[in-house]
C-alpha cells in the first residue's frame, strides 16, 4: 500500500511537472512572437538572424530573468550600472508593454541559454 502511495505522488509530480514545462513552452513561444513583433532583431542578433552588432544568444545564461526583465524596462539605467558606454542604451519604449507580453518577452530571452 506504501509503494503505491508512493507512486502515486511520483505521478502527479511528474504530471505537474510536464504541466509546468508546457506552460512554460508556450510562455517563451509567446515571447519569441513579441520579439518578433517588436522588431528586436533590428538591434540585437539571435543565432546569426537580426543585427549580429548586438547578440543575444546565450543571454539566459549570463542574466537572471529579474536583470533580462530590468534591461528591458529601464535600458539607461541598466547601462549606468554596467558601466557600459560602448553604445547607447536601447530605447525605454518597451517598459510600456504589457505586462503579459513583457513576461514572455523575458522567458523567451532567459530561454537562450
Do not use: F
Not at 525605454?92 to 530561454?111: C, T
Amino acid at each position: 500500500m506504501k509503494g503505491m502511495k508512493t507512486i502515486m505522488i511520483m505521478s502527479g509530480v511528474l504530471s505537474l511537472g510536464l504541466t509546468l514545462h508546457a506552460q512554460d513552452a508556450a510562455l517563451v513561444k509567446k515571447g519569441e512572437g513579441v520579439y518578433t513583433a517588436q522588431r528586436c532583431s533590428t538591434c540585437h542578433g539571435i543565432a546569426g538572424k537580426g543585427n549580429k552588432s548586438n547578440p543575444l544568444d546565450g543571454v539566459g545564461g549570463k542574466l537572471s530573468t529579474e536583470d533580462i526583465h530590468h534591461w528591458i524596462v529601464d535600458p539607461t539605467a541598466m547601462t549606468a550600472k554596467a558601466q557600459s558606454t560602448k553604445k547607447p542604451p536601447m530605447p525605454n519604449r518597451y517598459s510600456k508593454l504589457p505586462a503579459e507580453e513583457l513576461d514572455a518577452l523575458v522567458a523567451y530571452l532567459a530561454s537562450l541559454k
